[in-house]
């Protein structure tokens, strides 16, 4: 296995004035949508680097990697991926809120760490139900809100993730600590068991295709990080 080490160093001004510039944009969107966006804050650095894990270490480091990133946000996670990319490498960075994706644009001219690949980046402004199955990818890193949607509703995005995704490909998310008892305790009875399901299901993906599982705790609100496999010769069924 080889490793793409990653940056090191602390903020510069223009790197910090670029952060608030980004929390700003992530939280007012947030607001308005949160069901989609599903946080109360940007991913740190550390989470991003999680999600990035299977893009930093990769099976072959002489063959280039399409790395498929869905529900990019303002590109907090896009600057783990970035990091591990090289020469040759693609992403795909698909993100339905058109905010966001204009962001997303505005950031591969501008942003230090997101310029040095944008010519191997394309933002997609849409749902990844839309965004078709012709294309094959290495790695998926999903930062869609699974908490937040019907058990149905995960079933078909990880189904389109197993579609194309390469047999042996990783397809790495994240969950919130301690959702599924917050909301036990807060939410409504329908809420509550409506989660419940969509937990049950994203715990059995884990069991059956999971090869690492890591607790991020610098990140607010700290996160699991789940990273699996696709079978490499079985199709892998659907996930209901």
């Known amino acids: 296995m080889s490793e793409t080490p990653g940056p090191a160093g602390p903020l510069t001004a223009l790197k910090l004035d670029e952060r608030l510039r980004d929390t700003r944009l992530f939280l007012t969107q947030a607001l308005r949508t949160f ?20 893009v930093h270490v990769r099976p072959d480091p002489d063959r280039p990697m399409n790395v498929l990133e869905v529900g990019a946000g303002t590109g907090a996670v896009t600057r783990g ?26 950031l591969l001219k501008t942003d230090p760490e997101l310029s040095v690949i944008a010519d191997g980046a394309s933002v997609h402004a849409k749902p990844i139900g ?33 579609a194309v995704l390469r047999p042996g490909g990783t397809l790495s998310f994240y969950g919130y600590l301690y959702t599924k008892e917050v ?7 329908s809420e509550y068991l409506r989660q419940a399901r969509t937990s049950w299901l994203v715990q059995d993906l884990v069991d ?17 990080v789940h990273h699996l496999r696709r079978p490499a010769t079985v199709p892998p069924p659907r996930a209901r």
């Open 35 to 54: 069901h989609a966006t599903g946080a109360i804050a940007p991913s740190s650095r550390a989470l991003a680097d999680a999600l990035a894990r299977y």
């Open 81 to 106: 991926i970035a990091a591990a990319m090289r020469p040759g490498d693609t992403v795909d960075l698909v993100e339905a809120n058109p905010q966001f994706a204009a962001h997303l644009e505005g």
């Open 130 to 162: 839309e965004m078709g199955t012709d294309r094959r990818y290495d790695a998926i890193v999903s930062g869609l809100p699974f908490a937040n949607f019907t058990s149905e509703e995960v079933g078909e995005i990880v189904d389109h993730y197993f």
């Open 183 to 189: 909301r036990a305790v807060i939410a409504r009875r």
């Open 208 to 224: 059956r295709y999971g090869i690492r599982s890591e607790r991020i705790l610098a990140n607010l609100p700290p996160a699991w």
